[in-house]
């Protein structure tokens, strides 16, 4: 029908820019997110997009039921605001007959969101995890550059490199190591400075990472002083980073399929509830979308946003409050969000028949009209 056609265009079309609005406001503020954690140096500088390109999976399932609720909103807005709802209503059409119109593309963006919740999202979010994870047992060295002293160690230790290639080979290795705090009489504590030909950074099996330098001396003690010990060596090693594979992998990183496989429990029954309750969200919004685009001309098409955005909010707040008290035991399992849900599905039915009259009884007044 050309009638139907032309909500769901509307509707797609207002889904599209608030999607693209809210990517680009999301995004932004994750990209500034990344990028001071590259300044600080808890991520390296050259996994910034990697980190932004991988977020935006795990955004999408918050983002979808929120987009389509709000192009519905703006879209049927319109329709009210251009008094193209009236003729529809004229013409013997309801909000009930509008709804069905609009559930075939509401479907297809329901599993479309219950698939980046299930598989997607999740595994971005274990990427992000590695990525930063392989990035921390990098520890110091990932900041290593040729031609300038760089402290590492908290400022213990000072390194310089005259060349460092790719393969993570070093020529001509200068460190310095402070060996024991300054004393109560001023006097500065012993160093060990160690100046070598070449070097590398070699790991161990278990993760550890030690810089072997090659063909140089090492000089222990005071500064200032002359007693100093020299010792001259073919290989020397040192620690630079203890392992850190500690990573423990929480249940969000997991996929549909690992989370069925794990034994029942409270934490696996509080993930699965709420990941199904974004694509279940993106099913019942638009119902209550309906029902709150109920304008006129005078008010304007955006009547309706900012008592949505409330009662979207509300809504979101309703299932991380469930989801919580899931994982912390105090509903049972049985229960899952769905009493969030229900709590929608039936201000919706009850906003929308008040608007525009229960289903069963229009049919029995047309019936006896």
Known sequence: MIVANYLRREAALGFAA?????????????????????????????????????????????LLPLALFLGVLLAVGRLYVDSEMVVLRAGGYSEWQILAWLYPLNLLLALGAAGVSLWLGPWA????????????????????????????????????????????????????DQMAKPGQDGKPGAVRLVSAKGGR??????????????????????????????????????LLKAS?????????????????????????SAELAWRWSLPVATLLLPALALSLARTNPRQGRYAGVMPGIGLYLLYMLLLMG??????????????????????????SVVLLARGSGWPWRRARLEASA
Not at 126 to 143: N, V, Y
Not at 205 to 234: C, H, S
Not at 246 to 259: Q, V
């Open 18 to 62: 608030v999607l693209a609005v809210l990517l680009v406001i999301f995004t932004s503020q994750q990209f500034v997110h990344f990028l001071g954690n590259a300044l600080d140096g808890s991520i390296g500088q050259d996994m910034v997009l990697a980190m932004l390109g991988l977020q935006v999976p795990v955004m999408l399932p918050m």
């Open 125 to 176: 979010d274990a990427r992000q995890h590695h990525l930063a994870e392989s990035f921390e047992s990098r520890g110091d060295t990932a900041l290593l550059a040729p031609g300038r002293f760089q402290e590492l160690a908290g400022g213990q230790r000072v390194i310089y490199l005259e060349a460092y290639d790719q393969e993570r080979k070093m020529r001509r290795v200068f460190i310095a």
């Open 201 to 238: 950074i070699v790991t161990d099996a278990a993760g550890n990472e030690y810089l072997e330098l090659q063909d140089g001396q090492r000089y222990e003690g005071p500064p200032g002083g002359r007693e100093f010990t020299v010792t001259g060596f073919e290989r020397y090693q040192t």
């Open 244 to 268: 850190t594979r500690s990573w423990a992998r929480s249940l969000k990183t997991y996929d549909l399929d690992e989370l069925l496989a794990l034994p029942p429990g409270r934490e696996r």
């Open 322 to 347: 469930g989801r919580n008290a899931l994982d912390a035991g105090r509903m049972p399992e049985a229960l899952g969000l769905w009493p969030v849900h229900g709590a929608l599905l039936l201000l």
